[in-house]
């Protein structure tokens, strides 16, 4: 009687694809938040990115090469990163520099964007600004590729433009 009422339970499939969907739910949930995570992201960088462009696009129209253009390119990345939502926690890296050659393929960096090439020499002058934020994901770790020791992870965003 035992021995019937046993084999009768391993035969019986009832219950089986229960079983199959605890094995693999949690799985199915780490892809989706996973997904989620990664598109939260890349929406961040694109935000940065989004803002570094306009950002040069509005330092651009000064057109005046008599101050360095880092004060207005961190004014402007703080309005546009405010303008994106995040009005606190960005790191604005601008910088502004002069290049010059003489034979049109050896590009020598002078020392202040304000100065001048000698007359013989071609001039060219860029600008760039590099905005960078923390984002947390919802299950930091710092296993995660390129996590920082508190589980989150560094995005930036980048522009530049030759000037002159």
């Given at each position: 009687?035992i021995r019937?009422?046993?084999?009768?339970?391993?035969?019986?499939?009832?219950?089986?694809?229960l079983?199959e969907?605890a094995?693999?739910?949690?799985?199915?949930?780490?892809?989706l938040?996973?997904?989620?995570?990664?598109?939260?992201?890349?929406?961040m960088?694109l935000?940065m990115e989004?803002?570094?462009q306009?950002?040069?696009?509005?330092?651009?129209?000064?057109?005046s090469?008599a101050?360095?253009?880092?004060a207005s390119?961190t004014?402007?990345?703080?309005?546009a990163?405010?303008?994106?939502g995040?009005s606190?926690?960005?790191?604005?890296?601008?910088?502004s520099w002069l290049?010059?050659?003489?034979?049109g393929?050896?590009w020598?960096r002078?020392?202040?964007?304000?100065?001048?090439?000698a007359?013989?020499?071609?001039t060219?002058?860029?600008?760039?600004?590099?905005i960078?934020?923390?984002?947390?994901p919802?299950?930091?770790s710092?296993?995660?590729?390129?996590?920082n020791s508190d589980?989150?992870?560094?995005?930036?965003?980048?522009a530049e433009?030759?000037?002159q």
């Open positions: 009687m019937n009422a046993v084999s009768r339970l391993l035969r019986n499939e009832h219950g089986a694809s079983v969907l094995l693999t739910a949690p799985f199915m949930a780490s892809l938040i996973g997904m989620a995570d990664l598109s939260r992201a890349f929406s960088k935000q989004q803002a570094a306009r950002t040069i696009e509005q330092v651009e129209q000064q057109k090469v101050t360095s253009y880092n390119l004014a402007e990345a703080t309005s990163m405010a303008a994106a995040y606190t926690g960005n790191t604005i890296t601008p910088d290049e010059c050659s003489s034979n393929t050896t020598t002078a020392a202040s964007f304000t100065g001048a090439c007359a013989n020499e071609s060219a002058r860029y600008v760039n600004i590099t960078a934020r923390r984002f947390t919802m299950f930091p710092r296993h995660w590729p390129g996590a589980g989150t992870i560094n995005i930036s965003g980048y433009v030759r000037l």
